[in-house]
């Protein structure tokens, strides 16, 4: 018997639009990398991974949604957005962005607003619901600064965000329907160097980048919580394999951090960094003190959070309104210049960039703070999902 072919499964709208917003993984190389002369660098594309199996929200296509991405996106309308990488509007300053698990659903993601202290979940074709409301002091650079999920999240449901009180910085943990409950108090607090970010290691524990609360000093003193990457276990203590047994320290010299990630496969971990004279990207290292930056940022574009796709590291920045690409060499290290992208002239702009968080090695969660000092539109402000590899497409704009 003669069997048909059938139709092409039609991929989901959500993959298509994080498509239209493709960041690049070349760029030339120079010789201020590991004061090496480089050649030319050559495409520097991972390999081909599995995508997420994430169906069209409700089951279904959606009748509204076109099967091509748009050339042209007419401007937001109050809350409703036109753009189809954008799953969230109507936020207010989303300075932490946690991807949640892939379970066959449209993507989602938890998402922090700093001032307000209000944790949502948003999820592509839904509504955002909040998960509950922390209570912090958002004065200076304060506030919700960081957010992740439990290292065993799909059993406990946990949450760890990094917040400002009228008192301290802390850890604090949650889950939908009860109280937080502190996990690590007493990090100094200032006038400024408040801000904080955490992150899962990949071996159950999780890194805590702490500012300096306005004094450089406290970054190099080793008894104090300010100005470090801390390793704890989810109750607070020092975890297991620290550089220093019994001391949550697992690295210094930080003063206020924008964001950590992570490679995929746990290989290395980076931090971003607001200086008093220049903004930088670290390696993280055990043990050690963030003294050689990776690369520096003289015009101080306030970095945020970062994502790791193999091939290169994107950085999300708020003043400068875009985000930074550097290469990555197959050993490992940053082997190029930063190349901005989703600024209006390199990919679509969203404004100020705040919060990422990555769903796998291709595609990545961004918020944008815009109402923190930008030019916000009205579906502002946005979690948009953008991909982590091949050539940007032409962008119009921030509308």
Same mark, same amino acid.
């Given at each position: 018997?003669?069997?048909?072919?059938?139709?092409? $499964?039609?991929?989901?709208?959500?993959?298509?639009?994080?498509?239209?917003?493709?960041?690049?993984?070349?760029?030339?190389?120079?010789?201020?990398?590991?004061?090496?002369?480089?050649?030319?660098?050559?495409?520097?594309?991972?390999? =081909?991974?599995?995508?997420?199996?994430?169906?069209?929200?409700?089951?279904?296509?959606?009748?509204?949604?076109?099967?091509?991405? &748009?050339?042209?996106? $007419?401007?937001?309308?109050?809350?409703?957005?036109?753009?189809?990488?954008?799953?969230?509007?109507?936020?207010?300053?989303?300075?932490?962005?946690?991807?949640?698990?892939?379970?066959?659903?449209?993507?989602?993601?938890?998402?922090?607003?700093?001032?307000?202290?209000?944790?949502? &979940?948003?999820?592509?074709?839904?509504?955002?619901?909040?998960?509950? +409301?922390?209570?912090?002091?958002?004065?200076?650079?304060?506030?919700?600064?960081?957010?992740?999920?439990?290292? @065993? *999240?799909?059993?406990?449901?946990?949450?760890?965000?990094?917040?400002?009180?009228?008192?301290?910085?802390?850890?604090?943990?949650?889950?939908?329907?009860?109280? $937080?409950?502190?996990?690590?108090?007493?990090?100094?607090?200032?006038?400024?160097?408040?801000?904080?970010?955490?992150?899962?290691?990949? %071996?159950?524990?999780? !890194?805590?980048?702490?500012?300096?609360?306005?004094?450089?000093?406290?970054?190099?003193?080793?008894?104090?919580?300010?100005? %470090?990457?801390? +390793?704890?276990?989810?109750?607070?203590?020092?975890?297991?394999?620290?550089?220093?047994?019994?001391?949550?320290?697992?690295?210094?010299?930080?003063?206020?951090?924008?964001?950590?990630?992570?490679?995929?496969?746990?290989?290395?971990?980076?931090?971003?960094?607001?200086?008093?004279?220049?903004?930088?990207?670290?390696?993280?290292?055990?043990? =050690?003190? !963030?003294?050689?930056?990776?690369?520096?940022?003289?015009?101080?574009?306030?970095?945020?959070?970062?994502?790791?796709?193999?091939?290169?590291?994107?950085?999300?920045?708020?003043?400068?309104?875009?985000?930074?690409?550097?290469?990555?060499?197959?050993?490992?290290?940053?082997?190029?210049?930063?190349?901005? !992208?989703?600024?209006?002239?390199?990919? @679509?702009? *969203?404004? +100020? *960039?705040?919060?990422?968080?990555?769903?796998?090695? &291709?595609?990545?969660?961004?918020?944008?703070?815009?109402?923190?000092?930008? &030019?916000?539109?009205?579906?502002?402000? +946005?979690?948009?999902?953008?991909? !982590?590899?091949?050539?940007?497409?032409?962008?119009?704009?921030?509308?």
């Amino acid at each position: 018997m003669r069997v048909g072919m059938g139709k092409a $499964p039609r991929r989901p709208w959500w993959l298509l639009a994080a498509c239209g917003l493709l960041l690049s993984g070349c760029a030339q190389f120079d010789d201020r990398a590991a004061n090496q002369t480089f050649e030319p660098a050559p495409e520097l594309t991972a390999p =081909a991974g599995p995508q997420p199996q994430v169906p069209e929200a409700g089951g279904g296509a959606d009748p509204s949604r076109p099967s091509t991405p &748009q050339t042209s996106i $007419p401007p937001p309308q109050g809350c409703t957005d036109y753009d189809q990488s954008v799953i969230a509007t109507c936020l207010d300053t989303v300075s932490a962005v946690a991807a949640l698990p892939n379970t066959g659903a449209a993507p989602g993601a938890l998402a922090a607003e700093r001032k307000t202290g209000r944790v949502v &979940q948003v999820t592509a074709g839904g509504p955002a619901t909040e998960v509950t +409301r922390l209570d912090v002091q958002a004065t200076g650079d304060g506030g919700l600064t960081g957010l992740a999920l439990s290292p @065993t *999240y799909p059993e406990d449901q946990l949450v760890f965000a990094y917040v400002t009180t009228a008192t301290d910085n802390r850890v604090v943990r949650f889950t939908r329907g009860q109280q $937080p409950k502190p996990v690590l108090t007493g990090i100094p607090k200032g006038a400024t160097g408040n801000r904080g970010a955490i992150m899962t290691d990949g %071996k159950g524990a999780l !890194l805590v980048a702490t500012g300096d609360a306005g004094n450089p000093s406290a970054a190099a003193d080793p008894r104090s919580l300010a100005g %470090k990457v801390l +390793r704890i276990d989810t109750t607070g203590n020092a975890a297991e394999g620290n550089p220093a047994p019994g001391s949550r320290v697992y690295a210094s010299g930080v003063h206020s951090p924008g964001g950590l990630c992570q490679a995929t496969d746990g290989s290395r971990t980076w931090i971003t960094d607001r200086g008093a004279d220049v903004d930088a990207l670290y390696a993280v290292t055990p043990g =050690a003190s !963030l003294a050689v930056p990776t690369w520096t940022w003289p015009e101080k574009p306030a970095l945020a959070g970062c994502a790791d796709s193999g091939a290169s590291i994107v950085i999300a920045s708020s003043v400068g309104a875009n985000l930074q690409e550097l290469p990555i060499t197959l050993d490992g290290s940053v082997g190029g210049k930063p190349k901005p !992208l989703m600024d209006g002239k390199n990919g @679509t702009a *969203y404004g +100020r *960039y705040g919060g990422l968080d990555q769903i796998d090695s &291709q595609f990545a969660l961004v918020g944008t703070v815009n109402k923190d000092g930008g &030019q916000p539109v009205s579906s502002d402000d +946005r979690v948009v999902l953008i991909s !982590l590899q091949a050539t940007p497409s032409g962008g119009s704009g921030k509308d």
